[in-house]
């Protein structure tokens, strides 16, 4: 049996995140996942967003968002120096634009929204949406710039973390948890499909849409997502593009190299893992009324995620199912963004230091059944 003082079920963006932080305050850390950063972070856009996606009734994950997003500055060059991995870091804002009446009136409601929470955003026509965006259709009737969101590349964040984590002395465990161990009311560790027993008196549970198979109380669901990369010139945008397309929603987020992330449809399928045609001429027929340029470019991969969502769409952050387990899930589309302010709060609940107070809305114990 292999001893730490923390297991950490998960080896996505937030997994990762909570456990080089746990490490880096002089805990024993074990993370458990077969293939770390395959899951919902692989298919990850990497939008850090809070401005362009706040909705009518979220203003607590938006108050979380901006939270998280003015730490990931810090975060980055912190990640970046000790890994030596350069993450796509990009700050030129989001740019939301309308392609129909309906569409443009629906961010004309969503910019008197934003201005009433004091939010930064600009509308602009669609002339000067151009101006920003050569590419853009001469269709886009205006927009909105949320001048202060950033974006990054989720991939080049797993490979950064695994770093960093290793080399703070953190241990990767390439197994799969098929069981938490818990005696009477004592959490003991994990058991791995290796059948050797991982002790540790606190586990993490940051396993995404998985979280629920491993601890039950918790509850997240998958939400699947078809998402697709495409290959172009570098400066085809120059950043992320939102947009309403009679009342459907898809994005566009450049790459340094030329990859444009082109998504996301949102299915309640549970774990269907295919890429079907309906989601992928869906996806393109959006973008394609918005940036006619789409359809030049090659298409490179097509990928499934499932976002772990909640009945509120709050994660779930804090202390539940048992003594000594630590929930770090249920991030559904804002896992990247909301990475730093998780691990933070993780951090604090392992170590008894102060929680953020953003974090506090997201209680697991909070009476979502």
Known sequence: MRGYDVVVVGGGVVGLSAAWRAVQGGLSVAVVDPDPGAGASHAAAGMLAPVSEVTYTEEPLLRLGLASLERWPSFRDELQEESGVDLDYRAEGTLEVAYGPDDMAYLEDLAAFEQTLGLPVERLTGRECRK???MLSPSVRGGLLAAGDAWVNPRLVVRALLAAFERAGGTLVRDRVTELVVDGDETRGVRPASGEELSASRVVIAAGSWSASLAPGLPVRPVKGQILRLRGPKG???????????????????????????????????????VTAGGVYELLR????????????ELVETTVGFRP?????????????????IAATGHHRSGVLLAPVTAEAVTAFLTGGDVPDAVRSCDPERGLR
Request: with cysteine; glycine share 16%.
């Open 132 to 134: 920003f965006e050569p």
């Open 236 to 274: 085809f945008l120059s950043r992320c593009v939102r947009g309403k397309v009679h009342g459907s929603s898809v994005y566009l987020v450049p790459r340094g190299d030329g990859e444009v992330t082109l998504g996301a449809t949102v299915e309640e399928l549970g774990f269907d893992g295919r």
């Open 286 to 297: 959006d973008a394609r009324e918005l940036v006619p340029g789409i359809t030049e470019l």
């Open 309 to 325: 969502g909640t009945p509120d769409n709050l994660p779930l952050i804090g202390p539940a199912v048992a003594p000594g387990v």
